[in-house]
């Protein structure tokens, strides 16, 4: 295993005599994801139901109103009036339309408000992509690895401090752990998926031998930024720089199973704990990172580099009186909202 620095010859030793004494748990079973009524019929059987009623109605419409035009058209010839029966569909539409202009200019403009404010919404929806969670090659669980057994984000994400991107931990970080624990019990399919890392690695677990035949993990890729965007992981993440805790962007990961994209919503229930600070914008979004430019306080206590900003600060009366009124420095005041500080 390599090595920790913050792990005992005692912590270790028990780490792997748990690794070789777990006991299996028994499988449950897993319940079928149809619903069924207690007709015992699902959901599709009343899907289907609903739509011969719509059927059904639609026709008993059609014909009351050919039944009614006959009827007009009896009354009409008794009476003498002269019955138009050429015209067109065309024809019809427009006199009917001028007949009813006023109901007709109201419809008119409804849709076109209800129109264009469905349009403004889809629109801003536009590369917003939250609780977006896409499949993986292997069924690797947040909750199991970074909730129950306490591993920091960064262990595998190990570039996030000091690299543009947190990185894909690789397949030898974990057989760190998966060279002992061949097995698990967490939920049916464990013992495959970590088959699955053994296979990647090129480890025989029997034997215990490497045999030199590995394959690539080709994982898909949860969060994507336009490719106009510059973000760096060490910039916002780094004690001495943001030190902003990982859920501020991600949520609560230690709750998920795979990785995906979080909510406003989600993270905002976090707010309070941890340095983490309430938003409005939708994630990933332009308007959410400048939002928190916006309300994030700088620490200028954290690095010569951010003292050397506050020595200068303290030369500009204006800039004091501003911080006065709210007694912070945010990233908007350190120049956070320049273009080009994402997009050159």
Request: one cysteine or more; proline letters at 3%.
């Amino acid at each position: 295993m390599t090595a920790q620095g913050h792990l005992t010859n005692e912590e270790i030793d028990a780490i792997l005599d748990y690794a070789d004494n777990v006991k299996p748990v028994a499988k449950t079973a897993v319940a079928s994801s149809d619903v069924v009524g207690e007709d015992g019929q699902g959901e599709g059987g009343a899907l289907l139901w609903i739509i011969l009623l719509i059927v059904v109605f639609s026709v008993v419409i059609f014909a009351a109103r050919g039944v009614r035009k006959q009827l007009a058209y009896v009354v009409a010839e008794k009476e003498g009036e002269e019955i138009e029966l050429n015209k067109s569909i065309k024809e019809k539409l427009g006199e009917w339309i001028v007949r009813n202009w006023k109901f007709t200019t109201i419809a008119f403009v409804l849709l076109a408000v209800t129109g264009g404010a469905d349009l403004m919404k889809r629109g801003f929806q536009v590369g917003v992509y939250a609780d977006y969670k896409p499949s993986q090659p292997i069924n690797y669980s947040h909750k199991l690895h970074a909730g129950e057994m306490g591993i920091d984000c960064k262990y595998c994400h190990n570039s996030a401090e000091k690299s543009k991107h947190a990185g894909i931990p690789t397949v030898n970080v974990c057989m760190n752990c998966h060279e002992n624990v061949v097995e698990s019990d967490y939920r049916l399919g464990s013992t495959e998926n970590i088959a699955k890392i053994h296979a990647a690695a090129g480890y025989d677990s029997e034997t215990r031998k490497y045999t030199g035949n590995t394959s690539p993990i080709v994982w898909n890729k949860a969060h994507n930024l336009p490719d106009h965007v510059f973000f760096s992981h060490s910039q916002h993440v780094n004690t001495k720089t943001g030190n902003i805790d990982c859920k501020q962007c991600h949520g609560n990961v230690p709750t998920y199973g795979l990785g995906r994209v979080s909510t406003t919503e989600e993270i905002n229930q976090l707010a309070g704990t941890d340095g983490i600070i309430p938003l409005t914008k939708p994630l990933l979004t332009m308007g959410w990172c400048l939002e928190c430019h916006n309300e994030k306080a700088v620490d200028l206590t954290k690095s010569d580099y951010y003292k050397e900003l506050h020595g200068r600060l303290k030369s500009r009366p204006d800039f004091l009186r501003k911080i006065s009124e709210d007694d912070k420095i945010t990233v908007r005041e350190l120049g956070g909202w320049e273009c080009a500080k994402c997009h050159y």
